[in-house]
């Protein structure tokens, strides 16, 4: 059951193994396409907090292939709301995912897990084409990133975040063309600073941002509804939560003039 293809130092790669029947009972739900998602394949940016409450959703629904990038280290105060064991703390987080969610798999799902950021990827040219990908990081210079380079390459990124004090999180759909993150947030491109280390974090509004990202990945492989492209959830408040079709933004410094021609 544990067929590891390939390990090394920064990349694993693991294979899961089909469960006849496993699907049965979501291949009744009204657009949903068992084939178009197993044949899918899904680049997660990141293999934290945000990440461990969607990748095993994709997982368990059967994606066709996961990518994880992520080069930091488990932490005992990471397990209260990310995807790891006691055994994994000292782990990286990206390489250690992989292992977990393997065994998570209902079908012949090939999870490949990189130790390295985005930035680190695009550097090293490796190959990050997918059909959607997925921003679940935590500071905005790897937001800005992820628009940037997955619209160069024309794949939908869905940004995925929540708050500092866990009251509330957004999720926000950057479509192949179109409005992007920062026609959402247009201080994002000018934001270098990184979040201090132990900031609170729990995982309840994970799981709430972290279904409807995991939803929006449905929307733009099949025929699954989507009326908005920005949505937003509070816990305590229902009146705080809100559904948008965000419109592009006139002067938007995402993309450079000459390279965008939507923002
Ligand atoms: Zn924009």
Same mark, same amino acid.
């Given at each position: 059951m544990q067929r590891a293809y390939t390990v090394s130092q920064t990349s694993i790669r693991l294979k899961g193994k089909a469960v006849p029947g496993a699907e049965d009972r979501q291949r009744l739900i009204p657009g949903f396409d068992?084939?178009?998602f197993s044949k899918a394949s899904v680049c997660c940016v990141g293999a934290g907090g945000i990440i461990s409450h969607i990748a095993p959703t994709?997982? $368990?629904?059967?994606?066709?292939?996961?990518?994880?990038?992520? $080069?930091?280290?488990?932490?005992?105060?990471?397990?209260? $709301?990310? $995807?790891?064991?006691?055994?994994?703390?000292g782990k990286n987080k990206a390489l250690a995912l992989t292992e977990n969610l393997q065994r998570e798999c209902i079908a012949a799902t090939e999870i490949t897990g990189l130790a390295l950021r985005l930035e680190e990827a695009i550097d090293r040219r490796i190959d990050l084409s997918c059909d959607a990908a997925i921003c679940g990081v935590d500071n905005n210079p790897a937001r800005v990133a992820a628009s940037r380079f997955f619209r160069t390459q024309g794949i939908p990124v869905i940004f995925a975040a929540v708050s500092r004090g866990g009251d509330h999180g957004y999720v926000f759909v950057q479509d192949r063309h179109g409005p992007c993150i920062a026609?959402?947030?247009p201080d994002m491109t000018d934001d270098d600073r990184y979040p201090c280390p132990g900031t609170p974090a729990i995982a309840d509004i994970l799981q709430a941002v972290g279904a409807l990202a995991a939803y929006s990945v449905d929307t733009l492989l099949m025929a699954r509804?989507?009326?908005w492209n920005y949505r937003r959830i509070s816990l305590a408040d229902g009146a705080l939560d809100g559904a948008a079709m965000v419109p592009d933004r006139q002067g938007c410094r995402m993309f450079a003039p000459e390279s965008n021609e939507h923002c």
């Open positions: 068992q084939a178009a994709l997982i $368990r629904k059967g994606i066709g292939k996961l990518m994880l990038l992520d $080069r930091d280290i488990v932490e005992p105060s990471n397990l209260n $709301r990310q $995807r790891f064991y006691e055994k994994d703390v026609c959402l947030f509804a989507r009326a």
